[in-house]
């Protein structure tokens, strides 16, 4: 008896992790015209930056120098290549996520989902939204927004030794380089 229920009990514990891994791994992409509705200064900063651009740089010609120095075919054109799309557009593989250039238009390059994460849900009405402007970070957090982002966001997704170019990641150091420029929030989460 009393091992059938620790077997039990087992069962649960291993059902309801599994469960939540699940539910963690099942928020959609939704695209950066989306956060653009209500974040219009940070989407035009962002627009300018290396990291929005990132998709152009998998075309033929594109840094042809540096290509050669990795080892890759500079006359290639890398933009269907699954070895490069992982860092290169917004989800790629993952539910709502980048398919190609023409379907998924919204999420070409490094948007905004792929430093605060898959944005189906954190988007509801109940979450961020402008009737619930003054949302608890830490609720949001819960259904997948990632906020602040650091340097660990960074480097694990991206900016490691995958890359054909990595190069050493000081996440300070290139902060305002690559993300966008940042504007005080109205209130306090
Ligand atoms: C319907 C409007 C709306 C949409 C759509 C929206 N947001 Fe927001 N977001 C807000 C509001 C309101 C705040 C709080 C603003 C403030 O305090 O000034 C916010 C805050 C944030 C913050 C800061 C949160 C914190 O406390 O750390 C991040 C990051 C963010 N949004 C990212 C996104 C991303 C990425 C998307 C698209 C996937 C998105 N938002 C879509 C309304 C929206
Ligand atoms: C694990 C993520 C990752 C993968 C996979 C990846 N890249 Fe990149 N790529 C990066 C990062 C990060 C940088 C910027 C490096 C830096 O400046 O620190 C970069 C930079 C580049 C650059 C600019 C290099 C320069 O010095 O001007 C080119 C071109 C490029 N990648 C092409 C590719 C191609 C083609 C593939 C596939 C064969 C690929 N990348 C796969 C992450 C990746
Ligand atoms: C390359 C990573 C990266 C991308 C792409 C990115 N962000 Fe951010 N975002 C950050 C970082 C870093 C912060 C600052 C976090 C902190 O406060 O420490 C931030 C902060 C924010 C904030 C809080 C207010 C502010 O301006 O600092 C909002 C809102 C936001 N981002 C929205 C967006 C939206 C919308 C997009 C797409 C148009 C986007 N972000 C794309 C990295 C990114």
């Known amino acids: 008896m009393k091992t059938k229920t620790l077997k039990f009990l087992a069962l649960v514990i291993v059902l309801s992790l599994f469960g939540s891994i699940q539910a963690q791994n099942d928020y959609a992409y939704i695209g950066n015209k989306k956060c653009k509705k209500c974040h219009i200064k940070q989407f035009k900063a962002w627009q300018k930056t290396k990291m929005a651009n990132v998709f152009e740089l998998l075309k033929a010609?594109?840094?042809?120098?540096?290509?050669?120095?990795?080892?890759?075919?500079?006359?290639?054109?890398y933009t269907k290549?699954?070895?490069c799309l992982g860092c290169h557009t917004t989800g790629y593989g993952k539910k709502g996520g980048f398919v190609d250039e023409k379907t998924t238009p919204n999420l070409l390059g490094v948007g905004c989902e792929m430093c605060h994460g898959a944005g189906s849900e954190y988007t509801k009405k109940e979450y961020m939204s402008l009737k619930n402007k003054k949302f608890k970070r830490a609720d949001v957090v819960k259904v997948g927004l990632v906020s602040?982002?650091?340097?660990?966001?960074?480097?694990?997704?991206?900016?490691n030794k995958k890359s054909p170019f990595y190069?050493?990641?000081s996440f300070d150091?290139?902060?305002?380089?690559?993300?966008?420029?940042?504007?005080?929030?109205?209130?306090e989460h």
């Open 81 to 83: 290549d699954k070895e």
């Open 167 to 169: 190069k050493p990641f």
């Open 148 to 159: 602040p982002v650091g340097e660990k966001n960074c480097t694990e997704v991206c900016h």
């Open 61 to 77: 010609g594109q840094r042809a120098e540096a290509k050669k120095k990795a080892g890759l075919d500079p006359e290639k054109d």
């Open 173 to 187: 150091e290139r902060k305002d380089q690559g993300t966008h420029k940042h504007f005080k929030l109205k209130y």
